[in-house]
Structures are given as structure tokens and as C-alpha cells.
């Protein structure tokens, strides 16, 4: 890793990463609805499209696909006008979209909103990051990191939670409302970011911005070492979000129990990552990753298993055992990439994260959708065995890369 970055210098406000936390909690939780509700919620009508799952599949991809497709020039923006400024119009944008949802169900009228929204999504993300890697000491890092990514996935979490709850509990042709509560909550997080913010040195961009300059430097090797994992781990998670209502309904789980277990299960992130954050702070950003990628190889092995064998419960508990070490890669690889990245360029190198996670999930869609329907359960084993051996690989590549860069020149 870089090393040791100035520690942040000693009466900066902690207000501006309270803001950010309060900002990617609300957003997440408006893209987690999204996810789980989009659905349903297009099959309520027959217009424009038609409301085949092809169809379904495609509206659906359209936020990550506005995501990948913009958010390292939102990240660029970010640096080059300021972190708050975009922060807060991605906001304001998302707000004004979640509403627009909830007034149509044209799937052509849909797919371009769901479009949007991942833009906006995008550039909240970039900003977001930058702020905590700017705002975080060195030996700080892992431990903000850890809090960013426990908001960022509990939002997800609960947001997907709440929208199957929603399901279970509210008619289809009410639920517009769920977009509603939804653009409402994301003005709340607006307006509660922005006054955390009021009076606080927001500081200002470094004088030098060339684009050209930022990104090769955004892309070189090491950062890409960084990032690469996380696209492989959210093809994983693309896979779970399209099988998880199917094997509940296997196991005989309601809507509405399933939401309460996600979202029992997603609080516990509000624990875990700042812990594993620390101890990436304590005992090395590499060690916490190599730890994580370990844990989601555990993992995919028994997905499979739960796969071939049915929800059982031996096979469950180790399922949900090895989610717990999987979960340390995240605090751990924000820090290292912050670690890795310069000032004048921050934002536009942790757009890579949001790049990597929307191909990422948008990839676990197709991929996983597309080899089941052909092959069945037989796919599934193929594409769970593909995404564990590329994390391997990803891993030793990192690993003797950072070996090389400590190891003295002969």
C-alpha cells in the first residue's frame, strides 16, 4: 500500500462525514426499494413495452447501467467543483426521480428515470467517498471506511427489506406510495446533510486539475488490484438479489418474514464494518482483504451447496458463517484505495468502486439469469465456481504486486 498519508489535521469538524453517512444511508435505501419493488410494480400494468421478463430485466438494469456508464465523470466533477456541490445535486436529483416513479408505470417511461437515478447514484457515490478519504486520518481510515460501507449496505439492506415487506402487506396498485415515502425520505437526507454542513469548512479543490493526469492515474495497476474483486463479489450479489425471493419461497418464508430476517440480518452491519475497519487500521489493509476474499470463496461454495441440496439448515448456518469473514473486505479495500489515490484526483479514483460495483451487479443479473434459464442449477454451480476462482486469482495478483512494491530493489 501508499505510504502514510497526513493525518487529518486536528480541528476539522466531524460533520461533514456525519453528512455523508446520513446522505449514502438514504440514497442506498431509495435504490434498495427500487430493487425490490421495480418488479411487481411494472407487471401491475400492461403498457408501452409490455411487462414480459425480458422487459422487467431491462428496466431494472437501467440504474447500474447510468451508474458505470457516468460516475467517473461525476467523480471528475467532484474534484474539479467540489465534493459538496455534486453530493448534494445527486440528492436532489434522486429525490425529484423517486417521485416521477411513482406517476407512471410505462416501462419505457421507467427504464429512463430508473436511467437517471443511477447517474445521480453514481455521482453521490464518488463524492461521498472522497469527503471520508479526505476527512479520514491515515490510521482513521479503515475504521471511516468501515462506518461509510456499514451505511452504504444496511441502506441497500433495509431499503430491500422494507420494499418486500411492501409487497407482503400493500396491494399492487398502491404501490406508487412506497416512491413516494421514498422521494420524501431522500429530501429529509438532503436537508439533514445540508445542515450538518452549514458553517463547516467544506475546504476546496487542489489548483492542477487535468483530466488526463487523473485518470491514468486512477487506472494504474495497483488501483485496479484494489478494485477488480469487488466487481467479481458483486456478480455474486447481482445473483442473490435475483434467487432470494425464489429459494424463500422454497423454504416457505413469507414476504414479510424474509424482510424482517434481511433486515435483522443487515443491522448487524452497523457492528461489523467499523469493526473490521479498525482492525484494518491495526492489522493491514491487505490482511482484512485477503481475509474477505476467503470469506466470500466460503461463501459461493456453500450457495452451491444450499443450491444442489435445498435450504438446509447445516447448510444455511454455514452459509451465513462465512458471510461474517466475507464482510471485512470492504473497510478494508475503501481504505487501501484512498490510500492509493492523491488529493486532486480522489473522487475520480473511488468512482471506480461505484464503476466496478454497477458492472458488477448489472453482470450478476445476465450472467446468473441467463445460465440457469439454459442450464439450471448446473449454471449456477459453473458461474458460483468462475466467480470464486477470478477472486482467487485477483487476490495473488494483488498480493505479489504489494510484495514487489515493498521488496528492495538489487
Do not use: C
Request: proline share 5%; hydrophobic share 55%.
Amino acid at each position: 500500500m501508499a505510504a502514510p498519508a497526513p493525518s487529518t489535521p486536528p480541528g476539522h469538524s466531524p460533520r461533514p462525514l456525519l453528512s455523508v453517512l446520513v446522505a449514502t444511508f438514504f440514497v442506498r435505501f431509495a435504490f434498495g426499494i427500487t430493487l425490490a419493488v421495480f418488479a411487481s410494480y411494472l407487471t401491475g400494468a400492461a403498457s408501452g413495452l409490455g411487462t414480459d421478463v425480458g422487459t422487467v430485466g431491462l428496466v431494472s438494469a437501467m440504474a447500474p447501467v447510468g451508474e458505470f456508464s457516468t460516475v467517473l465523470l461525476a467523480g471528475a466533477a467532484a474534484d474539479r467543483y467540489g465534493r459538496f456541490p455534486v453530493l448534494f445535486a445527486g440528492i436532489a436529483a434522486a429525490a425529484v426521480l423517486f417521485a416521477a416513479v411513482a406517476t407512471t408505470r410505462d416501462p419505457l417511461a421507467l427504464g429512463t428515470v430508473n436511467l437517471a437515478f443511477g447517474v445521480a447514484s453514481g455521482a453521490i457515490l464518488a463524492a461521498s467517498l472522497a469527503v471520508v478519504a479526505d476527512r479520514a486520518a491515515y490510521d482513521e481510515r479503515g475504521y471511516e471506511m468501515g462506518r461509510f460501507d456499514a451505511m452504504n449496505l444496511f441502506g441497500w439492506i433495509a431499503g430491500f427489506a422494507a420494499g418486500l415487506a411492501a409487497l407482503g402487506w400493500l396491494p399492487n396498485g398502491r404501490l406508487g406510495v412506497i416512491f413516494l415515502i421514498g422521494a420524501a425520505t431522500l429530501a429529509g437526507g438532503l436537508a439533514a446533510s445540508a445542515l450538518l454542513v452549514r458553517g463547516a469548512d467544506l475546504g476546496v479543490r487542489a489548483p492542477g486539475f487535468r483530466l488526463r493526469t487523473v485518470l491514468g492515474f486512477a487506472f494504474r495497476g495497483s488501483v485496479l488490484l484494489v478494485t477488480l474483486p469487488w466487481l467479481v463479489i458483486y456478480l455474486l450479489i447481482g445473483t442473490a438479489l435475483v434467487f432470494l425471493g425464489k429459494a424463500a419461497s422454497g423454504a416457505g418464508l413469507s414476504l414479510p418474514l424474509l424482510a424482517a430476517v434481511i433486515g435483522g440480518g443487515g443491522s448487524l452491519l452497523v457492528v461489523t464494518q467499523p469493526l473490521f475497519g479498525r482492525l484494518a487500521d491495526r492489522a493491514g489493509r491487505s490482511r482484512l482483504m485477503n481475509v474477505g476474499a476467503a470469506g466470500f470463496v466460503l461463501v459461493m461454495l456453500f450457495g452451491a451447496l444450499v443450491a444442489a441440496y435445498g435450504p438446509e439448515i447445516p447448510l444455511l448456518a454455514a452459509l451465513g458463517i462465512s458471510v461474517v469473514p466475507a464482510l471485512a473486505y470492504g473497510p478494508a479495500a475503501l481504505a487501501a484505495l484512498a490510500d492509493l489515490s492523491t488529493s486532486i484526483g480522489r473522487a475520480t479514483t473511488m468512482a471506480i468502486y461505484s464503476l466496478t460495483v454497477s458492472l458488477g451487479t448489472l453482470g450478476g443479473l445476465i450472467a446468473s439469469t441467463t445460465l440457469y434459464a439454459r442450464y439450471g442449477n448446473v449454471g449456477l454451480y459453473e458461474f458460483f465456481a468462475g466467480i470464486a476462482g477470478a477472486l482467487v486469482a485477483l487476490t495473488a495478483l494483488r498480493v505479489r504486486d504489494e510484495r514487489r512494491a515493498t521488496t528492495p530493489a538489487r
